[in-house]
């Protein structure tokens, strides 16, 4: 019996009457229309196939430890769509036989000679691909739901002004967090030669080591797909996060008002774009414009540039803060004045240039949107914005000598790469030009009374939602706060509301 078509289009779905094909899906569809809950339940399955009863090897009690994404296809803008079946988020067994094999190729040299003998017996004579036949990974099933969470361009719209704030879609599956009862699952690796035992062991051991250590997926450099029974117990870095938190879903508006919160949860890009923007800043008072681009993705990733730095970093503790009540019409209270722990690690040679970035970073203001202010309340609405972060361990040393630091560690990187520096460093808009101290609050007579909202004369370092980025931003302390000035034009008007020129002196 043959099932009938349906009569009726779902309402999320929509013909194009001046193109000769139907819908195609575009990321503002996922996230942006008030029938996302339909799209979603079109989306999500509820059938989880069992686990291989045969297998050589299997990790248990595994969960995931930073945000998954594995995908093949693509929305036409960019955004990446997921990998599942039915609905169900999965990751397929090719996704974790590849990131293997790029891991035992990586750190072949260091294995044991009859480690490496056995290796052999299951991949190519040129380590380009595993041997037809000698090894089989198991595809994983998630009993998790895959979440939409927007992205935004960072460089060009953050650094250079360049109006591309445009939203791109990331489909992740997210760790528990804080991690206590997470969903936990099994990755299974079966050989057609029955192994020993040291074969055993070898193989898991170099499996566990990936998961935890590269990851698999997309997003790997960044912190992404990360698997394991348990988050590092040790850390370079501990991140104390207040305040707006920096990766929030977007709004959903209905009849003009807001009746979806975001959501709000740890994502390690966050991290990687705040110290890239950092980075780039510091290298276009060194370099041209064109080289800090080709010195930056040396470094960062780009896309014809993989990334020799890894970044990883972990969401382990959210602390509630006593505050109760709904909030502001923007963010929970219970979310604006909770406090992220946030571990951090990045790849050894990297770790005194990006030490001196997080102290940077910290010192001038805050992680993802909303960095260039401090935590407040804005009166106007009734909302809540900007954020801070402290770090431990942090540096003694005064911001002059961290950015003079990170002058010489880039200069010798550029040097690498055979990129010419300028003998002395150049006063640069878009790069940090200075920095200025003034009263604790004395920074709310630029931000609320220069730049405010009603001022029709308002100076376009100001910036705005859909324009530009303002051209400074602000951390305030116990005792005085900072302005740190990326717009030159924006000096004219901080020695008149109290504020001194700290550096350069």
Not at 337 to 350: K, L, N
């Amino acid at each position: 019996m043959m099932t009938p078509l349906p009569e009726a289009l779902p309402n999320w779905y929509e013909v194009i009457e001046t193109e000769d094909r139907g819908w195609t899906p575009q990321t503002s569809d996922i996230v942006d229309k008030p029938e996302n809950k339909e799209i979603r339940q079109a989306w999500n399955g509820t059938f989880y196939p069992p686990e291989a009863k045969e297998y050589s090897v299997s990790l248990s009690k595994l969960q995931i430890l930073s945000p998954l994404q594995v995908g093949g296809g693509s929305f036409p803008e960019g955004g990446i769509l997921p990998a599942q079946v039915g609905g169900v988020p999965w990751i397929p067994g090719s996704s974790i036989r590849g990131a293997l094999l790029q891991w035992l190729v990586s750190r072949w040299s260091e294995l044991p000679a009859e480690e490496q003998r056995f290796w052999e017996t299951l991949v190519e004579g040129d380590k380009g691909g595993w041997a037809p036949r000698k090894i089989r990974f198991e595809s994983v099933f998630l009993k998790k739901e895959l979440e939409p969470f927007p992205l935004y361009s960072q460089q060009c719209w953050q650094i250079y002004n360049q109006p591309s704030n445009k939203l791109g879609i990331q489909w992740q599956v997210s760790p528990t967090t804080p991690p206590t009862n997470p969903s936990t699952f099994a990755v299974q690796v079966l050989l057609s030669t029955p192994p020993s035992q040291t074969e055993k062991q070898w193989l898991t051991q170099r499996l566990e080591e990936m998961l935890k250590e590269q990851g698999v997926g997309r997003g790997k450099a960044s912190g992404f797909g990360r698997i394991g029974r348990s988050y590092p117990f040790t850390s370079r870095w501990e991140i104390t996060l207040t305040g707006t938190k920096p990766t929030a879903q977007q709004q959903v508006v209905k009849e003009g008002k807001t009746v979806q919160h975001g959501i709000y949860r740890w994502t390690p890009q966050v991290l990687r774009a705040t110290l890239r923007g950092y980075f780039t800043r510091i290298a276009l008072s060194l370099l041209s414009p064109n080289d800090t681009e080709t010195l930056t993705s040396k470094l960062f990733g780009g896309f014809s540039s993989p990334a020799r730095l890894t970044l990883t970093s972990y969401l382990t503790q959210k602390q509630r803060s006593g505050n109760a009540g709904k909030g502001y019409t923007n963010i929970p209270a219970q979310d604006a004045h909770s406090t992220w722990i946030i571990r951090a690690d990045c790849t050894p040679e990297f770790e005194d240039l990006i030490d001196n970035l997080l102290n940077i970073a910290s010192r001038i203001g805050g992680l993802g949107p909303g960095w260039r202010r401090p935590p407040h309340v804005l009166s106007r609405f009734n909302g809540y914005r900007g954020n801070e972060f402290s770090l431990t361990p942090s540096s003694p040393e005064a911001i002059g000598t961290l950015i003079q630091t990170a002058r010489e560690k880039i200069r010798h990187l550029a040097q690498e790469y055979q990129l010419r520096t300028f003998a002395q460093p150049k006063t640069v808009s878009s790069g940090i030009v200075s920095i200025w101290q003034g009263g604790r609050e004395a920074w709310e007579e630029i931000v609320h009374g220069v730049c405010s909202t009603g001022n029709s004369g308002k100076p376009s370092w100001c910036g705005s939602s859909s324009t530009r980025p303002s051209g400074y931003a602000v951390r305030e302390y116990a005792e005085y706060s900072w302005i740190t000035v990326f717009d030159p034009q924006v000096e004219e008007a901080l020695p008149d509301k109290g504020f001194t020129q700290i550096w350069p002196t």
